[in-house]
């Protein structure tokens, strides 16, 4: 399966970053609104009634798990409604299928523009923070790749979810029952430590759980040797998520 994979993913890489500059500006505002929204809602203004958390302002605490949620809503987004769009209503697939492409390489194009719409929507946040004197000069080299790691995660599920999908209706119980919950608990909006021993079990096996702690990490410190457990923990289930959504989509687009 991997063997069909080339440098030609990237025309499908191309072919949707061209669309998506279309519609760039609606799509910046609309990235940006709701982690906006919770950084000066609860960073500034429920911030401003606490104490220190882990030794600093509630928004420098918050502030990093923001920007890889953020990153994993782009990617999530993307290769779920905006896949289904594409596969869909567009017929992009169709197309893409008639050309010397292979389905690995549409599937794989897909997935690396995920990870590409991960680094843009994490780099908006990031320019916004710099405002607040939270971001320093190291958070904008070290956290691209930290984005790549979440966007691949995430976009291969993503493409997982898309290839079962019947309708849109669908991704509602993805959202729901998944994504959402592991938003609230990993860690980004109130420290793990205190919580019961059951939901810290649960949350150590939510990647968002260690995609916060690399985040803390690179934009707070200290930098430790045990982020590389909590890189490998992203990267291991990733690459077999990535290797099943190769699968899974081709059997969808084949039927």
């Known amino acids: 399966m991997l063997n069909n994979l080339s440098y030609r993913i990237?025309?499908?890489?191309?072919?949707?970053?061209?669309?998506?500059?279309?519609?760039?500006?609606?799509?910046f505002i609309a990235s940006l609104g709701e982690p906006l929204l919770y950084l000066l809602a609860m960073g500034v203004g429920l911030g401003s009634y606490m104490g220190l958390i882990n030794g600093m302002p509630y928004l420098n605490f918050l502030a990093p798990g923001l920007l890889v949620s953020t990153a994993m809503f782009a990617a999530t987004y993307e290769c779920t409604f905006g896949?289904?769009?594409?596969?869909?209503?567009?017929?992009?697939?169709?197309?893409?299928?008639?050309?010397?492409?292979t389905v690995e390489e549409i599937v794989a194009g897909e997935i690396l523009w995920g990870m590409t719409r991960c680094v843009f929507s994490g780099l908006i946040m990031l320019a916004v923070l710099s405002f607040f004197g939270i971001a320093s000069w190291h958070t904008f080299l070290l956290m691209p790749l930290l984005w790549l790691v979440v966007g691949f995660l995430f976009s291969s599920i993503a493409i997982i979810v898309t290839a079962f999908a019947p309708n849109f209706d669908f991704f509602t119980y993805?959202?729901?029952?998944?994504?959402?919950?592991?938003f609230f608990f990993s860690g980004i909006f109130f420290p793990l430590d205190k919580m019961p021993d059951v939901v810290k079990f649960i949350a150590n096996f939510l990647p968002l759980t260690h995609a916060v702690a690399i985040s803390r990490a690179f934009v707070s410190g200290p930098i430790t040797p045990g982020i590389i457990i909590n890189f490998l923990v992203l990267l291991i289930p990733g690459c077999g998520f990535f290797i099943w959504a190769l699968y899974q989509m081709k059997k969808r687009l084949i039927k």
């Not at 025309?11 to 061209?18: A, D, I, M, S």
């Not at 993805?174 to 592991?182: A, S």
Request: no cysteine; aromatic share 18%; charged share 15%.
């Open 83 to 101: 896949a289904m769009v594409r596969m869909t209503m567009e017929k992009v697939y169709n197309a893409l299928i008639v050309t010397p492409l």
């Open 174 to 182: 993805y959202l729901e029952l998944f994504i959402t919950p592991m």
């Open 10 to 27: 990237y025309y499908v890489w191309k072919r949707n970053l061209v669309s998506y500059q279309r519609f760039a500006i609606p799509t």
